[in-house]
């Protein structure tokens, strides 16, 4: 994994510069594992903040990725941070008629 063998050459991948990108595209593709690993290195705000106000739990809501958006939540992503256009994660998943998101959101 890139990430890994960024870190073994000393990068520091807990700078936001770096860790950013990587949380968007893991958050956007589905990569649990990259996820993970962010988290477990610390330092990595889980609620960071990218393009148009959203997410990395917005861009999983939007992209249908539910194993994401669970792992997401359990690990603190906040579900009523409301990006650009004052949707929430749950107003995403309806905007996007993503029901099996939908109903972990309410439950």
Do not use: W
Not at 63 to 89: M, R
């Amino acid at each position: 994994m890139i990430v890994k063998i960024l870190a073994n050459y000393a990068v520091d991948i807990t700078k936001k510069s770096i860790y950013l990108p990587v949380l968007k595209t893991a958050s956007e593709n589905g990569y649990l594992d990259i996820l993970q690993y962010l988290l477990d290195v610390g330092n990595v705000d889980i609620n960071e903040v990218f393009s148009y106000g959203f997410t990395a739990l917005m861009i999983a809501v939007k992209k249908d990725l539910l194993p994401v958006v669970q792992f997401l939540i359990e690990h603190g992503a906040n579900i009523y941070y409301k990006d650009n256009n004052n949707n929430t994660a749950l107003l995403l998943g309806v905007r996007y008629n993503r029901s099996q998101i939908i109903n972990y959101l309410v439950e």
